[in-house]
């Protein structure tokens, strides 16, 4: 397995960035300005020697006395994955600005910060499982996320969601989860395009163990990406953490079915907290499963723009007239054309026997002039015609409306 | 038939505004300001002896020349419907103030007006079969409207909406024909509550045909109301003036299920244009029948709100502390209240085997005074348990996230 633009990497880089992977648990805004101003080597040293900050030093607990970094990054190579740090030329640069922006607004903690995982904060290093290179995969990428217990109706339509984002050379990035996550990917890979699972454990683990075959599939083409080193688990505070990910390296996320108080809901609110689009997809009002997009549809401050296709993400999300949806608009019937008048003349027109235009002007409620003047325009439109006694409806235009 | 506080109403005004409804085709501006100037029984005179303004003139035509008035008067009586008046007390002269503000930014026509149709102008009078007061009716009502080509779950949803509605002291005002506005009215019905149909023809005539039994059971506690004297048909364009009073009477438009570019999208921009509250119901994006419903959802200029409850349709046109949505939460769980450490610690903790702090120390990723400091809280919330040689899972909080 070669990393892919990581050749010009010192290799001293790599492994502090992958030691600190391990040595802190992701998403720590304190560690990562730490790192910002120190650098990862420097950083990893002085935990080491126990002389980091305080706030840092804690971060690390009982795990800075230990050193599994060459063993993890052994281990990623034999599952033919890599650690892609920010050094490298594959990094997601630019869409994980939107995290640097958004820890540029968290305050500096005085005392010992505690809630640490439900801040905006850039990842340190990215596990990477794949051939693709990460950035390519993700410029141009959505992330569909929805509930685990999906209806039917959930996973046809996050299937044709990624499928249709795969026709249009877009990414799907998800979760691996059962539901809508799974039927995303499927989706995708139906339509022969890439996607990326991006997980809350090991990159060498499958969670859960029953989409062995659906990550073979994903890995073909595609990306498992994570925070976490080989052999982590996949804890439940990881989920909080993950979707942050989710929600930063994608151009926009959309909702496809959650519960009311949902984990779909929490990453919608982090992309938005990002800049990102945030979209919904609307479903039965009967389904519990559509409450937590119907939620997000409804609320006005935080709200999500509804999205039927895949058209319409990429209406939101896509570049300026480039991925652009175009509005689907109706032929317009030689009905439409006419004027008012015309129209209550038309309809004042009996289907079978002919009557006199002054007839005609009292049930349409108009001068005989304007009966007058709008019959040649109906005649030459096929909509009425002359009996020989009076006017009706042609035989095509007697259809009520 | 008594009129509802029709008495104290000069009988030749009644005739004169009767006569108006028949001699020209309701929703006109030119007309509205002529009476609201002369009054009516001057427009009529001067209607019937030709020598109105020629803008005027002409949208009588040849029904200048007839009168009707005291056989529609007669026919109405005999089918248990008035005439309601602007002059009465049961005018809905709150509700149609809308229509009299829009009528105010209408321009004045310099030529010949052709399209009138279009504008939303007030009533001259509303033709009203039932005994109930009209103003009473739909003092507090919501206009449910949607497609004739109706699914079931549309059918399903006006019907819980209107029942919703009427449980709640609400009235539906609606159109009579087959889809949504059935059901809605049948759903009213069912909670045994008072509905309102606007028909675009003579109160007399039941239109459609098939509806005979649905309307009685309307005229048991509810209204049938026009624009138009007994025995006018239901012409096409008189449903787009039909469709204005529907959005002017009621308080909000709910479009429950509407096809692209239908009829119930132009009486949501209507209801829009008259300052009330447009809302839409979602759907599967799969169904042609909510396409409507979620282009009005997307519109972001003259955008609808999502509902999915009557409670819902209350809370964006109920009065503040009346009808307003309580909001569904639900009850925190013993892991909400959880700081950031000690949810990472309880996920660190193993169902089976008990484990000392300081392997939860290195699984949290966190230092072991921190995991010390906070298994008491845990213990104390039946979340972890000490086996004797160290801490597990509480058998009730094992469930992962």
């Given amino acids: ?20 992977s391990r040595a802190v648990e992701p998403g720590s805004v304190d560690l990562w300005r730490f790192v910002e101003r120190e650098g990862p080597v420097a950083v990893a040293t002085a935990l080491r020697a126990g002389s980091a ?31 892609v740090v920010p050094e490298d030329g594959e990094w997601p640069a630019l869409p994980l600005h939107s995290l640097a922006v958004a820890v540029a607004d968290e305050p500096v903690a005085t005392g010992r910060q505690t809630d640490r995982t439900k801040v905006l904060v850039p990842p340190l290093a990215l596990w990477v499982r794949g051939a693709r290179p990460l950035d390519e995969l993700v410029d141009r990428s959505v992330a569909l996320v929805g509930s685990r217990a999906s209806t039917a109706y959930g996973e046809h339509v ?23 996550d799974a039927a995303a990917h499927r989706g995708a890979l ?8 991006v997980a809350a454990c090991g990159v060498d683990r499958i969670y859960p163990a029953a989409h062995s075959a659906l990550f073979t599939r ?10 976490w080193p080989p052999g982590c688990a996949p804890l439940r505070h990881r989920f909080l953490v993950r979707n942050r990910l989710i929600a930063a390296l994608t151009r926009g996320t959309v909702v496809v079915e959650a519960a009311a108080r949902s984990g779909a809901q929490a990453t919608a609110h982090r992309a938005r907290d990002l800049g990102k689009a945030v979209m919904a997809v609307p479903g039965p009002v009967t389904s519990a499963m559509s409450v937590g997009c119907h939620e997000l549809l409804r609320d006005a401050e935080r709200g999500a723009t509804l999205v039927t296709s895949a058209a319409q993400v990429l209406d939101r999300v896509g570049e300026l007239g480039e991925d652009l949806v175009r509005r689907e608009s109706r032929p317009e019937t030689a009905r439409d054309s006419l004027s008012d008048v015309a129209r209550r003349v038309l309809d004042a027109c009996p289907v079978r026997i002919g009557v006199p235009p002054e007839r005609l002007a009292g049930v349409a409620g108009c001068d005989v002039l304007d ?20 006017w009706r409806l042609a035989p095509a235009a007697g259809v009520a409306g």
């Fill in 1 to 20: 397995m070669t990393a892919v633009g990581g050749g010009a990497v010192d290799p001293v880089v790599r492994r502090a960035r992958a030691w600190l």
């Fill in 53 to 83: 900050p305080p706030r840092v030093q804690v971060l690390a607990g009982v795990r800075a006395g230990e050193d599994a970094s060459a063993d993890d990054l052994r281990r990623a190579e034999r599952c033919g994955a890599r650690l």
């Fill in 158 to 180: 996050a299937g044709e969601l990624a499928a249709g984002l795969g026709e249009r050379g877009w990414t799907t990035v998800s979760g691996g989860a059962f539901g809508i």
């Fill in 190 to 197: 139906a339509a022969g395009a890439p996607t990326v699972v």
């Fill in 218 to 227: 994903v890995l073909d083409d595609g990306l498992l990406v994570s925070e």
């Fill in 371 to 390: 009966v007058l003047r709008v019959l040649p325009a109906l005649e030459m439109a096929d909509l009425v015609q002359w009996t020989g006694t009076g």
